[in-house]
T-cell receptor
Framework: GQSLEQPSEVTAVEGAIVQINCTYQTSGFYGLSWYQQHDGGAPTFLSYNALDGLEETGRFSSFLSRSDSYGYLLLQELQMKDSASYFCAVGAGNNRKLIWGLGTSLAVNP | DTGVSQDPRHKITKRGQNVTFRCDPI?????LYWYRQTLGQGPEFLTYFQNEAQLEKSRLLSDRFSAERPKGSFSTLEIQRTEQGDSAMYLC??????????????FGPGTRLTVL
């Protein structure tokens, strides 16, 4: 089967750095994406990694290691507004459908 | 507004009734997805289209659910004989199908269904 694993919850304080890991097992691989979803809102796209290494977008960075079937989202200088759920998703299969993780709920405390 | 739109935003219905939701994707996006999400869970894949072709329907989905995208533009999701377990947020997303665009889905605001 196809599956993605990520921690269910992470807690951190303002200004800190947090890393959310994602391991995947899929048939075929067409990149790892990260999405953010605030309570009551829809998921919004954050980042995409097709090749190994680190991609940086402002305070957020995403890393991929295809040999380890592993990636992570790194959030720096945490702010209260970063409290949300974060989902990893992998493009897989002949039609490159997105397979979603169950999400990590991040709580940023003062 | 050129984002993904969904209608209605909220729907309350009685058990056994049929409901239909509409999604208008971003105009140039040829791929359209339907998901269902309940509180504290991730998006659960329902079905998706490339242009007007339905590529896959979740095996977890009962025959009461059907979706169409007749002209490759907007899509409708119908649930027949609704059950209380159908209560959820129904999300629509769209994307392009080139390179990294496959992985960048744009979501609509969702339709929240409550079955009484």
């Amino acid at each position: 089967g196809q599956s993605l694993e990520q921690p269910s919850e992470v807690t951190a304080v303002e200004g800190a750095i947090v890393q959310i890991n994602c391991t995947y097992q899929t048939s075929g691989f067409y990149g790892l994406s990260w999405y953010q979803q605030h309570d009551g809102g829809a998921p919004t796209f954050l980042s995409y990694n097709a090749l190994d290494g680190l991609e940086e977008t402002g305070r957020f960075s995403s890393f991929l290691s295809r040999s380890d079937s592993y990636g992570y989202l790194l959030l720096q200088e945490l702010q209260m507004k970063d409290s949300a759920s974060y989902f990893c998703a992998v493009g897989a299969g002949n039609n490159r459908k997105l397979i979603w993780g169950l999400g990590t709920s991040l709580a940023v405390n003062p | 507004d050129t984002g993904v739109s969904q209608d209605p935003r909220h729907k309350i219905t009685k058990r056994g009734q049929n409901v239909t939701f509409r999604c208008d994707p971003i105009s140039e996006h040829n791929r359209l997805y339907w998901y269902r999400q309940t509180l504290g869970q991730g998006p659960e894949f329902l079905t998706y289209f490339q242009n007007e072709a339905q590529l896959e329907k979740s095996r977890l989905l009962s025959d009461r659910f059907s979706a169409e995208r007749p002209k490759g533009s907007f899509s409708t999701l119908e649930i027949q004989r609704t059950e209380q377990g159908d209560s959820a947020m129904y999300l629509c997303a769209s994307s392009l199908t080139s390179g990294s665009s496959y992985n960048e889905q744009f979501f609509g605001p969702g339709t929240r269904l409550t079955v009484l």
